[in-house]
Nanobody, 124 residues
Framework: QVQIVESGGGLVQPGGSLRLSCAAS????????MGWYRQAPGKQRELVAA???????NYADPVKGRFTISRDNAKNTVYLQMNSLKPEDTAIYYC??????????????????WGQGTQVTVSS
């Protein structure tokens, strides 16, 4: 069983900052890529940022230069530092993790797990 739990969302004024955290726990053998997605009302879920185990990052154009993704492999945790927030950043933010879990003493399986989401609202 794997759990993906996000935290750190909330209400912030335009220009403000928030830091999201996402921790993976359970029968985890190895975590490959981790990422943050967001979904605004009436819109499709979109990639915000992703990071490989080795630390290579990828950002969506709207957040480049404002958001920073990082991870702590020892803690199975990924972070999203969001600065200079804009009203258009308002959305539910979801974390995902591509990971392998122990199925038996000799078998593992690989799957992408998602968290339940955390609301970020940017408004004055």
């Amino acid at each position: 069983q794997v759990q993906i739990v996000e935290s750190g969302g909330g209400l912030v004024q335009p220009g403000g900052s928030l830091r999201l955290s996402c921790a993976a726990s359970g029968s985890i053998v190895y975590i490959y890529d981790m990422g943050w997605y967001r979904q605004a009302p009436g819109k499709q879920r979109e990639l915000v940022a992703a990071i490989t185990r080795g630390g290579s990052t990828n950002y969506a154009d709207p957040v480049k230069g404002r958001f920073t993704i990082s991870r702590d492999n020892a803690k199975n945790t990924v972070y999203l530092q969001m600065n200079s927030l804009k009203p258009e950043d308002t959305a539910i933010y979801y974390c995902n993790a591509d990971l392998s879990t122990l199925v038996s003493t000799t078998r593992t399986t690989r799957y992408t797990y998602w968290g339940q989401g955390t609301q970020v609202t940017v408004s004055s």
